[in-house]
T-cell receptor
Framework: DAGVIQSPRHEVTEMGQEVTLRCKPI?????LFWYRQTMMRGLELLIY????????DSGMPEDRFSAKMPNASFSTLKIQPSEPRDSAVYFC?????????????FGQGTRLTVV | AQSVTQLGSHVSVSEGALVLLRCNYS??????LFWYVQYPNQGLQLLLK??????LVKGINGFEAEFKKSETSFHLTKPSAHMSDAAEYFC????????????FGSGTRLSIRP
C-alpha cells in the first residue's frame, strides 16, 4: 500500500478564501484522524472517524472548520473562510485497531499558509 | 481523560551518548503507548509501541522504551546517539475503551552534538 496520501502538500491562500484538504487513508483502515500541528499548540486532534462516521469533533476549533468522509477511501477537511491563524501543517492519519494496527499511520501533511 | 506529558521540550546530547526522552501518561484504563519520530518537513513515523505484552519494547533505529505502571512512565532510550537521530519525538497514548483516539504529547526536540 502507498500509505496515507494527502493533497495538496502545500497550499497558500488569501484570507477569506475556502480551503479544502484531502486525504486517502490506507486501504482497510477503519479509523481516520485529522490533526493540526503548530509551534504554539503542538499536535492537536481535530476530529476522527470510524467507518466513515464522525466520532469526536471536539477538537475542531470553530464552525469555520468542517470535515467529511463520504466513503472509506476519502476524507476532506474544509476551512471556510480561512484566516491567517489557520496557518499550520495538517496531518491525516489512519488505523485499524481491530486488526492489531493500533497505531496511527500518518500522511506527509499539508502545509497551509493563509496570507 | 487520557494525556501524556513529555518532560523537556529540547534535549541535547553528544554523539555516542545515552539518549533519554521522558514521557509520563495519565489513563484510567490500561493504555496503549507509542513513540513517534518526525524529521523536518515529514509526517510522523512510528518508532515503537506498547500494547500490554512485554514491558520492554524495542523499536526501530536502536530505540527502546520501558512501560512502568507504578511510575506511569514510558521513557524512550537509546544507548548511543547518532547524528541521524536529530529530530522531534512524540509520545502518544490511547486506551482500549476508546479504541483509537490517540492523544499526543507536546514533543521533544533532540539535538546531537558532534
Amino acid at each position: 500500500d502507498a500509505g496515507v496520501i494527502q493533497s495538496p502538500r502545500h497550499e497558500v491562500t488569501e484570507m477569506g478564501q475556502e480551503v479544502t484538504l484531502r486525504c486517502k487513508p490506507i486501504s482497510g483502515h477503519d479509523y481516520l484522524f485529522w490533526y493540526r500541528q503548530t509551534m504554539m499548540r503542538g499536535l492537536e486532534l481535530l476530529i476522527y472517524f470510524n467507518n466513515n462516521v464522525p466520532i469526536d469533533d471536539s477538537g475542531m476549533p470553530e464552525d469555520r472548520f468542517s470535515a467529511k468522509m463520504p466513503n472509506a477511501s476519502f476524507s476532506t477537511l474544509k476551512i471556510q473562510p480561512s484566516e491567517p491563524r489557520d496557518s499550520a501543517v495538517y496531518f491525516c492519519a489512519s488505523s485499524r485497531p481491530g486488526q492489531g494496527d493500533t497505531e496511527a499511520f500518518f500522511g506527509q501533511g499539508t502545509r497551509l499558509t493563509v496570507v | 481523560a487520557q494525556s501524556v506529558t513529555q518532560l523537556g521540550s529540547h534535549v541535547s546530547v553528544s554523539e555516542g551518548a545515552l539518549v533519554l526522552l521522558r514521557c509520563n501518561y495519565s489513563s484510567s484504563v490500561p493504555p496503549y503507548l507509542f513513540w513517534y519520530v518526525q524529521y523536518p518537513n515529514q509526517g510522523l513515523q512510528l518508532l515503537l509501541k506498547y500494547t500490554s505484552a512485554a514491558t520492554l519494547v524495542k523499536g526501530i533505529n536502536g530505540f527502546e522504551a520501558e512501560f512502568k505502571k507504578s511510575e506511569t512512565s514510558f521513557h524512550l532510550t537509546k544507548p548511543s546517539a547518532h547524528m541521524s537521530d536529530a529530530a522531534e519525538y512524540f509520545c502518544a497514548v490511547t486506551d482500549y475503551s476508546s479504541a483509537s483516539k490517540i492523544i499526543f504529547g507536546s514533543g521533544t526536540r533532540l539535538s546531537i552534538r558532534p
